[in-house]
T-cell receptor, first 113, second 114 residues
Framework: KAGVTQTPRYLIKTRGQQVTLSCSPI?????VSWYQQTPGQGLQFLFE???????NKGNFPGRFSGRQFSNSRSEMNVSTLELGDSALYLC????????????FGEGSRLTVL | QQQVKQSPQSLIVQKGGISIINCAYE??????FPWYQQFPGKGPALLIA?????SEKKEGRFTISFNKSAKQFSLHIMDSQPGDSATYFC?????????????FGSGTQLTVLP
């Protein structure tokens, strides 16, 4: 069974630009969560989607948004990039009703110059 | 209320030794406490998890000890091996179902010397 797939793995953007990251969950998993990982702030929850609906949202500005498609694939978008948005963005999926185990992808490393 | 405090920040252990990482939480609504292991260039992977109705859970060389009254939990790695060298994160969540929102500790970088 394939794991969580995230694309692109690495990308470089400049301040003010926007970026879209993609996540394909494990087959059969309907919940997708996004986390931001930085050396200073650690792992922080961004949002969680289930059946194309955002069910939880972390404490991030509105520049961070996401969506989920009918096939459970998810995208997150960051607009008007700032230097502080440089981070590893991790996607995780889980089955509905699961005990809580999240399966993480390898992440998309974003560098903002 | 949502914080999970983790210590130590880094840990160096000799091969065969015991590695101990501690976490403390504030929110008594948390009902699920997983530990994740992360290798460089990889995403975190679930190692072991516990719920507050038990005080200890063991899986192979990994044991979680949970103290509900003190709001603390710890990870013990017995017979530590160089392959265990990684970053370990404790976490906590509440709410049940698939709408889990994990609050992570700051991480512990474990180095096991051969």
């Amino acid at each position: 069974k394939a794991g969580v797939t995230q694309t692109p793995r690495y990308l470089i953007k400049t301040r003010g630009q926007q970026v879209t990251l993609s996540c394909s969950p494990i087959s059969g998993h309907r919940s997708v969560s996004w986390y931001q990982q930085t050396p200073g702030q650690g792992l922080q929850f961004l949002f969680e989607y289930f059946s194309e609906t955002q069910r939880n949202k972390g404490n991030f500005p509105g520049r961070f948004s996401g969506r989920q498609f009918s096939n459970s694939r998810s995208e997150m978008n960051v607009s008007t990039l700032e230097l502080g948005d440089s981070a590893l963005y991790l996607c995780a999926s889980t089955q509905r009703g699961n005990t809580g185990e999240l399966f993480f992808g390898e992440g998309s490393r974003l560098t903002v110059l | 209320q949502q914080q999970v405090k983790q210590s130590p920040q880094s840990l160096i252990v000799q091969k065969g030794g015991i590695s101990i990482i501690n976490c403390a939480y504030e929110n008594t609504a948390f009902d699920y406490f997983p530990w994740y292991q992360q290798f460089p260039g990889k995403g975190p992977a679930l190692l072991i998890a516990i719920r507050p109705d038990v005080s200890e859970k063991k899986e192979g060389r990994f044991t979680i000890s949970f103290n509900k009254s003190a709001k603390q939990f710890s990870l013990h790695i017995m017979d530590s091996q160089p392959g265990d060298s990684a970053t370990y994160f404790c976490a906590a969540s509440r709410g049940g179902g698939s709408a889990r929102q994990l609050t992570f500790g700051s991480g512990t970088q474990l180095t096991v010397l051969p």
